[in-house]
């Protein structure tokens, strides 16, 4: 299984983008899903994360602007992302766990212009 992600680009702060991440089987259903992201001489860190039945959870810095949504149909995890602001700047990946093993998306860059 293969996690493809996209919708990264260049946005004006302020700006809004969408995230999506798709895998090429059926492993976001019923399983935790997450994206995370790492910034130029970070760590990568947890961004949002959603599993079956419960709330999603979100990194403080991003609450409110944010959204982690699935569509097990489709086999697509997506991030929106408002108000964006500079420090929003890093590469994306999108993550699931499932069959007791952790599968990552290749990344994609997100830049915020001031």
């Known amino acids: 299984v293969q996690l493809q992600a996209s919708g990264g680009g260049l946005v004006q702060a302020g700006g809004s983008l969408r995230l999506s991440c798709a895998a090429s089987?059926?492993?976001?259903?019923?399983?935790?899903v997450a994206w995370y992201r790492q910034a130029p001489g970070k760590q990568r860190e947890l961004v949002a994360a959603?599993?079956?039945?419960?709330?999603?959870n979100y990194a403080d810095s991003v609450k409110g602007r944010f959204t982690i949504s699935r569509d097990n149909a489709k086999n697509t995890v997506y991030l929106q992302m408002n108000s964006l602001k500079p420090e929003d700047t890093a590469v994306y990946y999108c993550?699931?766990?499932?069959?007791?093993?952790?599968?990552w998306g290749q990344g994609t860059l997100v830049t915020v212009s001031s």
């Open positions: 993550n699931a766990l499932a069959f007791a093993r952790s599968y």
């Open positions: 089987g059926n492993i976001f259903s019923g399983n935790r």
């Open positions: 959603m599993t079956t039945g419960g709330s999603p």
